[in-house]
């Protein structure tokens, strides 16, 4: 077990932030182990490291229940990012963005990113489903292909099958339209007095995802760990300047300055 001394310290943090049954475990999971998995709703808030390079970014994950609401203000102190996810299915969960988690990310770093996710596409988008193999790692797809004995199956291995409604064709109506998350996010720009010319546009910040299917969720993560780069950077720069002070080294020098005054 290495020392404590020796472990990396995380860069910078990024965090996700909305109503309960959006997806923001599952898009973590899609990510980070590159599947999807079945998650029960997070109690509090969990912690992720994620190697981006020479570079050490912590992602956190919130719970989405009113009872844990005032956690989310601590998860978001210091955030260079903040996901704020919605599920294209259901209108209220964008409006609960607005309503109860906006105002959270008041701890966030001043010069914080802030993204406005679309999960669940796949149950509103036929593109979205059509992405089922794009995010599997290639040493992924070649295990897949060896152990699977029916060809006609649809999904991709570490996938599960599609939802009855996505394998019959019949797709979900959509709630929430890129017009109005790009609305959204124009209104976070003002609540939090940003020049909207001088920001990055809707367009970039804008995603709609599907955490099943693996759309567009390494485009998310990817997109945001470069924007924050400049703060890594910074960050780093201002750690150099301040270095930390080794109280057993301090303690080691003070000692032989004192036996030399004392010959």
């Not at 923001?24 to 994620?50: C, M, N, Q």
């Not at 988690?101 to 701890?107: A, E, G, I, Q």
């Not at 709630?175 to 970039?204: C, H, M, N, T, W």
């Not at 993560?221 to 400049?230: I, S």
Request: charged fraction near 25%; glycine fraction near 6%; charge should be negative.
């Amino acid at each position: 077990m290495p020392e404590m001394s020796k472990m990396k310290k995380p860069d910078v943090k990024v965090v996700l932030l909305g109503d309960m049954n959006v997806g923001k475990t599952s898009l973590l999971h899609r990510y980070t182990e590159r599947k999807f998995k079945d998650t029960i709703s997070t109690v509090g808030g969990a912690f992720y490291l994620k190697q981006w390079g020479p570079y050490n970014i912590s992602i956190w994950d919130t719970a989405g229940r009113e009872q844990f609401h005032g956690l989310g203000s601590m998860y978001c102190r210091g955030a260079a990012a903040v996901i704020l996810t919605y599920d294209v299915t259901n209108w209220q969960s964008l409006a609960e963005l607005e309503e109860r988690f906006l105002s959270l990310t008041d701890t966030a770093n001043h010069d914080c990113i802030y993204a406005v996710v679309g999960n669940k596409a796949d149950l509103t988008d036929p593109k979205a489903q059509l992405s089922r193999d794009s995010d599997v790692a290639p040493e992924d797809r070649t295990e897949c292909e060896e152990d699977r004995t029916e060809p006609e199956v649809l999904s991709a291995c570490p996938t599960p099958p599609a939802s009855p409604a996505s394998l019959s064709g019949v797709m979900l109506h959509k709630q929430v339209a890129p017009e109005d998350a790009a609305a959204f996010y124009g209104r976070i720009l003002r609540y939090k007095g940003l020049d909207e010319k001088s920001s990055l546009p809707a367009e970039k910040m804008c995603f709609e995802t599907s955490a099943k299917t693996g759309y567009n969720v390494d485009a998310l993560f990817e997109a945001l760990f470069d924007l924050v780069l400049p703060s890594i950077l910074r960050k780093r720069n201002e750690n150099q300047e301040s270095p930390t002070v080794d109280l057993e080294e301090c303690r080691g020098t003070s000692s032989k300055r004192s036996r030399t005054s004392c010959c």
